[in-house]
């Protein structure tokens, strides 16, 4: 089958986009599938671009046996409201340009969270008179006034017309959660149109070993025990409180919360923990995806934290599953929805409500006096491990594709008939 997929995000970048799309396609590569991705020059977070890169206006390399179309686009940080959304704007054009150019597909795809992404495959697909699937991996706009990023006005009215303008008219909806497809319908979309494909982590990449001791030394987590939070500071995770609890545990000097990853509310969360003293913080910037396994392997326990906002009772944030590759407990502080129900169904963690740096501290300290009680949860997380990943939603997808696309079916049999992890 010939897959033309958008994503604004793509590797070099590590953001929880750029690695879905490219992992599963790795996947469907690998079963004999050609996949082209069109996507922008690499520069988030910081809005600065990749070495080795330039923002041409057309430009081909080949990741894997993938093959990518890069664009041009305005280059802006994940911050701001302006800007960014001439940033989507720019790639709604330049996408569709470049997806125009392609070879014809069989299926168009564009995923979410900002949906200008969906407005170009949705007008590919036409224009090439192919089907268009909707990959939905976060209700946006309503996700922009969960984060106070914008006030609730004409304009973000009309582009909730626009949202349900293209769930019209895509032949499919992948929804990453339950709970985004209980959404879609109680707003009139059908629930036969709407497939959910849950989430998972590369269980290629992520799996427990030994803390890196030279890394621990690095970073003084010598005897520590570590709170891990390790993926995107945003504006979404309310980690303000997360330093509240931080300075709640200046009296238990054996714990150390460790953030490792990029976002917009970065700068200000180190120069918040500075201003405050809070000698049990420490920051890493973002690091190449191959180093990641060994930053997680300094967690005791790895920390979710969400804003409490209703909106985020609907997300399960991904890096619950690479957590449970690493055998890592979980500790969920956010709005008790499907991620809750996850980590409570398969025992692979803790939860508690968000934003509550008392109760969190509490149970920080809790877990450090207790490491029975933490290796049954690991034990737990690992099993639970198998149950989410990425081989297994990149095969959920395939299926989703192949009853959009009749006519793909006997290339696909084959797939679904091979026992997952063959």
């Known amino acids: 089958m010939r897959i033309l997929f958008l994503s604004e995000n793509f590797p070099p970048e590590r953001n929880a986009a750029a690695s879905r799309v490219y992992e599963r396609a790795c996947y469907w590569v690998k079963w004999g599938h050609q996949v082209t991705v069109v996507t922008t020059v690499p520069n988030f977070p910081e809005g600065r671009i990749h070495n080795g890169y330039r923002n041409r206006w057309y430009q081909l390399e080949e990741r894997d046996g993938i093959r990518v179309v890069r664009v041009k686009s305005l280059i802006a940080a994940n911050e701001g409201v302006l800007l960014r959304t001439l940033d989507f704007l720019s ?26 992404t969906a407005v170009a495959g949705c007008a590919l697909a036409a224009a090439r008179r192919r089907p268009f699937i909707f990959e939905l991996s976060d209700l946006w706009p309503a996700s922009i006034t969960a984060v106070g990023a914008m006030r609730d006005n004409l304009a973000l009215r009309m582009m909730e017309r626009l949202e349900l303008f293209l769930y019209r008219r895509s032949a499919k909806i992948i929804a990453l959660t339950n ?11 059908p629930p036969q149109k709407i497939a959910v494909v849950i989430n998972g982590a590369d269980m290629t990449r992520y799996a427990p070993r030994p803390r890196d001791c030279g890394l621990a030394a690095e970073l003084g987590l010598q005897g520590r025990f570590v709170v891990g939070y390790i993926g995107t500071h945003g504006m979404a995770h309310a980690l303000e409180r997360v330093l509240d609890a931080a300075e709640l545990l200046a009296d238990t000097p054996a714990v150390r919360l460790l953030f490792v990853g ?18 049990n913080v420490i920051f890493v910037p973002a690091q190449p995806k191959e180093k990641m396994p060994a930053y997680w392997s300094l967690c005791d326990v790895a920390l979710v934290h969400l804003k409490d906002t209703p909106l985020f009772k609907t997300v399960i944030p991904s890096k619950i599953f690479e957590a449970m590759a690493m055998g890592h407990p979980i500790l969920l502080a956010a709005p008790d929805g499907e991620a809750a129900s996850i980590i409570r169904e398969t025992g692979a963690g803790v939860v508690l409500p968000a934003e509550q740096p008392r109760v ?36 959920d997808m395939l299926a989703a594709f192949e009853k ?19």
């Open 262 to 279: 990029p976002g917009a509310a970065r700068e200000a969360l180190v120069a918040q923990a500075a201003r405050r003293a809070l000698s």
């Open 360 to 395: 969190l501290a509490e149970e920080i300290k809790k877990m450090a006096a207790s490491p029975q009680f933490v290796q049954a949860l690991s034990r737990n997380a690992l099993a639970a491990a198998p149950l989410f990943t990425r081989e297994k939603q990149a095969r």
């Open 91 to 116: 790639f709604m054009f330049t996408g569709f340009c470049g997806g125009l150019v392609q070879p014809r597909p069989d299926v168009v795809i564009a995923t979410s969270p900002q949906f200008f």
């Open 404 to 422: 959009t696309v009749p006519s793909v079916h006997q290339s696909l049999s084959h797939i679904h008939s091979a026992p997952v992890g063959k």
């Open 179 to 189: 709970a985004f497809k209980a959404d879609l319908v109680n707003r009139g979309v």
